[in-house]
């Protein structure tokens, strides 16, 4: 079944089984590697992305389903070549340790700051509830704080 | 963050489990004396009471803010709440993991609509006659009439689901209650329409 869909704000289309997650859609049909396989059981949220402007597992998102949405990936967070608050607040952090769950951190992050503008450390706890197993929640905490800060400023939304 | 919260918290979440897991016990104790006492699978209210005790129908009627889940009925993983709309929180929604149908891939179940039931519809820890009682009362079932009740427990896709629960993370399929679907539905037609009377009411 071919899916089309837009994608980091480009229309694009993958053809592949239609009940298959759209996270093989992104990664090896599109050739967008940055959004992660972890788990596979929509647990750790490596793999998370926006669908619509909302948090979502694409390890348990069939690609039918991506038919015609707005999707957002990592790749994708950055405008042009100004860096999203998140990614920002990342680097100026320095969060990453080994890096790979960090992309899904950032995207359930995104997604938070959109609905919550300002959270609080209980908002935090409760609403990114990704894994980490380098453990660098503590960091990722002030990151969190610090994107909310940088985009109450920023003209990237 | 979570390294510190997790030393704290995951004692508490074991007691509370093991907690809850005694009082779950001492409730199916209590619903299971009164099977052995009262049911009659000829009669449509025992029928259809026995589909909306299972524990598809019930873990997501949980008594607190955190859906139940898996064969055992624990609390789900991640901490998930309810939040103010009983579809998740803002950043955290059912549907970050939860869509329109069963994910095969992940093994996630799925329907429309995925959410927790709200808070005055609790069936957790209730006998069947409280149940029905809270089912059939406007004020606790979302101001439903009986027809619209009717339509919500035979039609809804969402309560379908128990007869299609797909597999877990592991490929194991989960239970279906243990009463087949057109009977199931027949039950509820039939006792509605013959005026949802409760026993012992």
Request: proline fraction near 6%; include cysteine; glycine fraction near 8%.
């Amino acid at each position: 079944m071919k899916v089309a869909f837009i994608i980091n704000g480009e229309e694009k289309s993958v053809e592949a089984d239609e009940n298959s997650p759209l996270l093989w859609a992104i990664r090896d049909g599109l050739n967008l590697k940055g959004t992660k396989f972890g788990c596979g059981k929509a647990a750790c949220g490596a793999c998370t992305i926006h669908v619509d402007g909302n948090a979502v597992r694409s390890c348990s998102f069939p690609l039918k389903m991506a038919k015609g949405k707005s999707i957002t990936t990592i790749e994708g967070l950055a405008e042009n070549n100004t860096l999203h608050p998140v990614l920002q607040a990342w680097k100026e952090e320095i969060v990453p340790q080994c890096g790979y769950c960090q992309p899904g951190f950032m995207m359930a992050t995104a997604a938070l700051l959109d609905k919550i503008p300002n959270p609080s450390d209980e908002d935090i706890d409760k609403n990114i509830i990704n894994i980490c197993r380098c453990g660098t929640y503590y960091r990722m905490r002030k990151a969190i704080h610090r994107a909310a800060a940088i985009k109450s400023q920023s003209s990237i939304k | 963050m979570k390294n510190s919260t997790i030393k704290f918290v995951l004692p508490i979440v074991f007691i509370v489990s093991i907690t809850i897991g005694f009082s779950n016990l001492e409730n199916k104790k209590k619903l299971n004396t009164a099977s052995e006492a009262s049911i009659n699978l000829n009669e449509p209210f025992d029928i259809v009471m026995e589909v909306l005790t299972h524990k598809r129908c019930v873990n997501c009627h949980p008594a607190g803010d955190t859906p139940l889940q898996g064969e055992d009925s624990h609390l789900h993983n991640f901490g998930i709440v309810r939040g103010e709309d009983d579809h998740g929180l803002a950043g955290y929604t059912c549907n970050t993991c939860h869509q329109d149908e069963n994910n095969i891939y992940s093994g996630v179940p799925g329907a429309p609509e995925w959410a927790v039931a709200p808070r005055e519809m609790v069936w957790e820890g209730k006998t069947r006659i409280e149940i029905a009682q809270q089912m059939m009362d406007p004020k606790r079932n979302g101001g439903r009439s009986p027809k619209e009740i009717e339509r919500h427990l035979t039609e809804h896709e969402l309560v379908l689901w128990a007869w299609d629960p797909g597999v877990d993370a592991e490929g194991i399929e989960r239970e279906k209650p243990p009463i087949p679907k057109d009977q199931y539905i027949a039950a509820v037609k039939e006792w509605i329409e013959n005026g949802a009377i409760i026993p012992n009411e």
